[in-house]
């Protein structure tokens, strides 16, 4: 198993592309395997912490399964456990899990928490199931699923149209890794952060396009995303939030001005009738549930290739 460049997966910059690649390659050879119950467990023994300060269904599901196939076991922590930052210092909790378990995922909301974990914990991998800013493991999935259906993500166009949130920030990191066109269409006032896209032109070579019409960022598109317009920790923006971005809807009209062939993703939970519809969401061109089930493939690859 090729050892990757980082101790830890907090953002995709934090892997070269040649990690990138080795750990795509690894979700392939290991998919048809894991499917037909046949996974060599490779990581007996080892242990995963799962911290969630989110709730979760793919996330917690995918990495509990992901563990239990490579042979190990995983610990569902939550922040009544811990306290983090609150009960406990971030460092003497990465010091105590540090001696206990192989490994930590953690899904919550401040990014820096997850930096501040990685740096204090120097002996094990710490892995980004998403924060408010990034969301890794999610875009990496995708980008695999791109590659099984389409063949390849190389020359490819990616419209997401949405928030500039941490979806959108990790799409950017993806752009600066992998050879591909991605726009990001969002309204006023809610796209990406400038910083995220200066960190990603520094990190490699990106070809990204920020626009605010829809119809124009699908225009040659091969893959059409969304998200929610309102995540976790913007409940009391719902409203506003729909009414600005009540033209960004992901529906048959906005699917025939992309590629005839294009296909549809969404990182779930969705909010049908709002970001995406029924029609498309349920269609013919929809990978959303394959894209869903490659979480696991991939987050599977991802701690092959980390974990002691």
């Known amino acids: 198993m090729r050892k990757l460049s980082s101790k830890d997966f907090v953002t995709i910059l934090d892997l070269t592309a040649e990690d990138l690649a080795a750990v795509l390659q690894t979700a392939r050879e290991q998919k048809p395997l894991a499917r037909q119950k046949g996974l060599a467990h490779s990581h007996a023994g080892r242990v995963l912490a799962c911290i969630f300060h989110k709730p979760s269904l793919r996330t917690r ?3 509990e399964v992901a563990m239990t196939q490579l042979g190990g076991s995983s610990l569902y ?10 009960r406990e210092s971030v460092d003497d909790v990465a010091r105590v899990l540090e001696r206990m378990v192989d490994g930590i995922m953690i899904r919550t909301f401040a990014h820096a928490s997850v930096e501040k ?4 914990a120097r002996r094990i991998p710490v892995i980004n199931g998403l924060t408010d800013l990034h969301h890794p493991c999610q875009v990496l999935a995708d980008v695999f699923t791109i590659q099984e259906q389409l063949g390849g993500i190389e020359g490819r166009r990616v419209a997401y149209i ?3 949130n941490n979806m959108a920030h990790s799409w950017i990191d993806a752009a600066a890794r992998f050879p591909f066109s991605l726009v990001v269409c969002s309204p006023q006032g809610y796209t ?6 200066e960190r990603a032109q520094r990190g490699g070579r990106l070809d990204l396009t920020v626009l605010h019409d829809p119809h124009a960022a699908v225009a040659g598109a091969h893959v059409i995303y969304t998200d ?3 995540s976790m920790g913007q409940e009391d923006e719902a409203a506003a939030r729909a009414r ?3 033209g960004y809807q992901v529906n048959a009209d906005l699917l025939r001005r992309a590629q005839r062939d294009a296909i549809v993703l969404h990182c779930l939970p969705a909010h049908r009738g709002l ?3 029924d029609e498309v969401m349920d269609g013919p061109q929809s990978r959303v549930f394959d894209q869903s089930e490659n979480r696991l493939h991939v987050q599977r690859a991802i701690l092959a290739h980390l974990l002691p």
């Open 117 to 120: 974990l990685a740096a204090a």
């Open 275 to 277: 970001e995406i519809t």
């Open 61 to 63: 599901v995918s990495f």
């Open 77 to 86: 922590i939550t922040d009544k456990e811990i306290g983090l930052g609150t």
């Open 228 to 230: 929610v317009w309102a």
């Open 162 to 164: 949405g928030d500039g």
């Open 192 to 197: 990406p952060s400038q910083q995220v896209i």
């Open 244 to 246: 600005a971005f009540a």
